[in-house]
T-cell receptor, first 113, second 117 residues
Framework: DQQVKQNSPSLSVQEGRISILNCDYT??????FLWYKKYPAEGPTFLIS?????DKNEDGRFTVFLNKSAKHLSLHIVPSQPGDSAVYFC????????????FGGGTRVLVKP | NAGVTQTPKFRVLKTGQSMTLLCAQD?????MYWYRQDPGMGLRLIHY???????AKGEVPDGYNVSRLKKQNFLLGLESAAPSQTSVYFC????????????????FGSGTRLTVV
């Protein structure tokens, strides 16, 4: 049973518009959440993270929102750019479990010019 | 500064053959990990190591063995390859402690695409 789920396997958005990626988790012990971006033939690269003590974290065009009661987080990309076309993975971890990450299945984003 | 280097990048094995995937990091990270990526499954942790000479099982350890004889290297072995082990394998390394709003310094290699026929 997947503890972290990304229910939308793909997303298509027009350049300049907002991209919203969603992620749900089932383990209430997770206390740290991360988003990774992955281009073909490359390893995932870190994008943004959020601790469970916060409900929002912003870094430039990227904002992550956390709703602990719903066990849901989302990544907003505004404005979307063609270079944002990639696969995005949501990941979660527990401090007590060290640095192991549990990943969602990924969402493929295509930004159309 | 190379970061995390994986060798080989591609490999085709016949069922029953064995092989070793090598991961090397030059960031003096304490922790190292092996993940596999399969379509729709994201990345799943195979084995990890919290220091030289130590290893532990992750989520999907069956059919794999690991060794970490040196801090900078983490080896993943397949003793008898099976078609179910066809996947893309990623090695990663990180610090042992993490700061606020950081990513533990988690760094991934570029992956090894393994096909077992």
């Amino acid at each position: 049973d997947q503890q972290v789920k990304q229910n939308s396997p793909s997303l298509s958005v027009q350049e300049g518009r907002i991209s919203i990626l969603n992620c749900d988790y089932t383990n209430s012990m997770f206390d740290y959440f991360l988003w990774y971006k992955k281009y073909p033939a490359e390893g995932p690269t870190f994008l943004i993270s959020i601790s469970s003590i916060k409900d929002k974290n912003e870094d430039g065009r990227f904002t992550v929102f956390l709703n602990k009661s719903a066990k849901h987080l989302s990544l907003h990309i505004v404005p979307s750019q063609p270079g944002d076309s990639a696969v995005y993975f949501c990941a979660a971890s527990r401090k007590a479990a060290g640095n192991k990450l549990t990943f969602g299945g990924g969402t493929r984003v295509l930004v159309k010019p | 500064n190379a970061g995390v280097t994986q060798t080989p990048k591609f490999r085709v094995l016949k069922t029953g053959q064995s092989m070793t995937l090598l991961c090397a990091q030059d960031m003096n990270h304490e922790y190292m990990y092996w993940y596999r990526q399969d379509p729709g499954m994201g990345l799943r942790l195979i084995h990890y190591s919290v220091g030289e000479g130590t290893t532990a099982k992750g989520e999907v350890p069956d059919g794999y063995n690991v060794s970490r004889l040196k801090k900078q290297n983490f080896l993943l072995g397949l003793e008898s390859a099976a078609p179910s082990q066809t996947s893309v394998y990623f090695c990663a390394s990180s610090y042992s402690t993490w700061g606020r709003e950081s990513n533990y310094g988690y760094t991934f290699g570029s992956g090894t695409r393994l096909t077992v026929v």
